[in-house]
Structures are given as C-alpha cells and as structure tokens.
C-alpha cells in the first residue's frame, strides 16, 4: 500500500531532529454548508535538521519513531528567508517617537 504524501508549512523548528508542519484542508458545515479551514499538526522527524519555520515542505508517512512522530520529511518544496531581528537590536526610542510623530498628524488632521 502507498505511503500517504502530504503538504504543509513548518510552524516550530525548535527541537533537534524534528519539525511541526501544519496542513491545511477545508471542511464543509453541515448546516450552512460554508467551506471551514481546518490545520492538523504533523511532528515531522528532519534528520538532516533543514527545515525552518515557513518552508513549505512535502512530509511522508513513516513507522514510528517516537512517541508523536510519524511523518518524515521528504524535500524542502519552497524556502523562506525570514528576517533575524532580535528585541535588543531594535531602538525603542527611534520606535516611540515614530508613534508619537504620527499621533501628532493624526491630531493636527482634525
């Protein structure tokens, strides 16, 4: 029987050798038969550790290797470049007068 192939996105890269990649689907209400978006959460095993949040990744059913996973990635369909600012980096006085500058705008335009 053929291993079930799935699509997602990497939504926590924090542990070593594993990956939380959500899927989307959709469901159809019952009632109101209005489309609903559902996410399942698969922990992926990542044995090369590649794989970073927002990636989209293609994972396929495996035997189990521990207590949760169950999945192994496959390939990195798509990589992301998320930007590395960390809070120190970021210069709070610049930002609060830059809050303060448009809240002055705003108030001058009424």
């Known amino acids: 029987m053929a291993r079930k192939r799935r699509t997602g996105t ?8 594993s990956v939380v990649v959500g899927v989307s689907w959709s ?13 399942t ?3 992926v095993h990542d044995e090369q550790n590649s794989a970073t949040v927002g990636d989209r990744v293609l994972i396929e059913e495996a035997r189990p290797l521990s207590r949760t996973k169950r999945w192994r990635l496959v ?19 610049a930002v609060l007068a830059g809050t303060q500058q448009s809240e002055a705008s705003e108030e001058s335009g009424n």
């Open 41 to 43: 959460k698969f922990v």
């Open 75 to 93: 390939e990195i369909l798509e990589k992301v470049d998320i930007a590395e600012v960390q809070p120190s980096d970021i210069d709070t006085e």
């Open 27 to 39: 469901q159809r209400d019952r009632i109101y038969k209005k489309a609903r978006r559902k996410l």
């Open 10 to 17: 990497v939504l926590k890269d924090a542990n070593e050798k």
